[in-house]
């Protein structure tokens, strides 16, 4: 149940990013989850899970194209977090 309702709330947060941008989640703004992505060509702003962001890792070190990464919840520590800072 806890998960279910920080997931709402994660994307509840990505929508008002995007409404304050004047646009709608999919397009500029967009996220990726586990087993759930919804963005476009357009999108220059993804929010997403440390274990996404660990597989992109694994298949592109360098994140080709990805200008800045900024990391939420560090308080929060886990193994997933140590690995993708």
Known sequence: MQFLVQLTVYIL?????ATERCDTVGNSVGYSI?????????TNLLFC????LLR???SDPLLEGVSHIMVD???ERSGMSHLSM
């Not at 586990?34 to 357009?42: A, D, I, P, W, Y």
């Not at 899970?49 to 996404?52: C, E, K, Q, S, Y």
């Open 49 to 52: 899970t440390t274990g996404v």
């Open 13 to 17: 947060n990505i929508d008002r990013v």
């Open 56 to 58: 992109r890792l694994q």
């Open 34 to 42: 586990r087993g759930e992505t919804k963005s476009s060509s357009n």
């Open 73 to 75: 919840e560090v308080h």
